[in-house]
């Protein structure tokens, strides 16, 4: 029996995963936040701060800036510098500020996280899109497909590591490759790294884009987050690292007058999240893989729909196109089942569901789903 195991009711609470379906029983296994307590020393740590009872403005403090610095070193070998760190309540924001900050053409590879779309048309920067491609091996960049997106105009490239919906957590040679493309092309690579603590294969490891090499470093802008892992979204906080000044000047300046402090209570579970909570983390990381195995199972043994292996994230994306269905994510909703639509990815035919809930849940969500493909 694991701590994950117990389900927590989240009905009629604030979440906006399970008020969607208010009233309905459909199981939401859409949005990407997880049925899961936050671990306890960052609930500990919330209690200290709010006996204090004082919530004005915040600020980083030294023991914060050290927790997240030897992280970064211990899980990826990645040193940085205190002052290569902008605090930002989320990285939707950070997406946008980037386009912003950089003048000029964005590009991205699809199916992406919708933000990725939206980021350049609020920013009013035009979008080229260059699609991943499906391989025996699992999910791969297309570089003609880049090269031939490319304008000479292009300054930013957003990139999704590891990739949410897809699942894969890019490899060096695959990073590699694309700062060798950012380099030959003067691409900013803004490297959305929000999902780095949830590789789910024993044998992969997250490197940081900005590791790879001072040139990479250079030329990027990596966003962070202890809010996906540690499962405390609702906190907004979240980071920046741009070791460039420059770059990182440009990028506080379109910040200014937008973007406020970021919230007291984030910043206090962040530290120790990050410092504290490696036990909760292990454990979790072995819940999520089982969970992933049994979501799996079920789709393969399914007819008309496939899925590639999750090496990352707890979000299965699933390809459903052979069923015929003409709106796929109702389809799935009238037999109880609430996933995300393929078609707010760039990837209509498609659905992606987030396994990170208790395994009761989700043996009786992918009984919905059996059954929900059976009747298509
Ligand atoms: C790749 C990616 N980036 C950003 C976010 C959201 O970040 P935030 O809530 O910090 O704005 C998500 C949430 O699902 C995500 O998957």
Not at 2 to 13: E, G, L, M, Y
Not at 260 to 265: G, I, Q, R, S, Y
């Amino acid at each position: 029996m694991s701590t994950f195991d117990t389900p927590i009711d989240r009905r009629d609470s604030d979440s906006i995963k399970w008020g969607k379906y208010a009233g309905r029983d459909i199981l939401p296994l859409w949005v990407a936040d997880m049925d899961f307590a936050a671990p306890p020393p960052v609930i500990a740590a919330l209690q200290r701060r709010i006996e204090h009872g004082v919530f004005g403005y915040g600020g980083p403090w030294p023991s914060l800036t050290e927790s997240v610095l030897a992280h970064l070193e211990t899980e990826y070998s990645w040193r940085i510098e205190p002052e290569w760190i902008v605090w930002l309540p989320g990285l939707v924001s950070g997406l946008n500020i980037a386009c912003r900050a950089v003048d000029g053409e964005v590009l991205t590879a699809t199916p992406i996280y919708p933000p990725f779309l939206s980021a350049p048309y609020f920013s009013g920067r035009p979008l080229h899109r260059a699609e991943l491609v499906r391989t025996e091996n699992g999910w791969r960049f297309d570089h003609a497909a880049l090269k031939s997106a490319l304008t000479a105009a292009t300054r930013l490239f957003l990139l999704c590591h590891p990739h949410n919906p897809v699942g894969r957590c890019w490899n060096r040679d695959e990073l590699l490759d694309l700062a060798a493309f950012a380099e030959a092309n003067d691409l900013v690579v803004c490297s959305d790294e929000i999902h780095c603590g949830l590789v789910l294969d024993a044998d992969k490891r997250h490197i940081p884009f900005a590791s790879l090499s001072a040139q990479a470093a250079k030329r990027s802008i990596t966003l962070m987050a202890p809010s996906k892992t540690f499962n405390i979204p609702g906190l907004g906080c979240a980071f920046a690292v741009i070791p460039d000044a420059k770059l990182r000047h440009r990028f506080e300046r379109a910040m200014a007058g937008i973007v406020p402090h970021v919230n007291v209570l984030g910043l206090a579970a962040c530290e120790v999240a990050y410092r504290d909570s490696g036990d909760w983390h292990h454990e979790l990381i072995d819940y999520l893989r089982a969970n992933r195995d049994l979501v799996f199972a079920t789709v393969s043994q399914e007819k008309g729909v496939k899925m590639t292996p999750v090496e990352a994230t707890y979000l299965a994306w699933i390809d459903v196109r052979e069923l015929g269905l003409v709106k796929p994510a109702e389809h799935f909703e009238a037999h109880g089942l609430g996933l995300s639509d393929g078609a707010d990815f760039g990837a209509p035919g498609w659905l992606r569901m987030n396994f990170g809930c208790p395994r009761s849940t989700l043996e009786e969500a992918l009984k919905r789903f059996s059954i929900a493909c059976r009747a298509a």
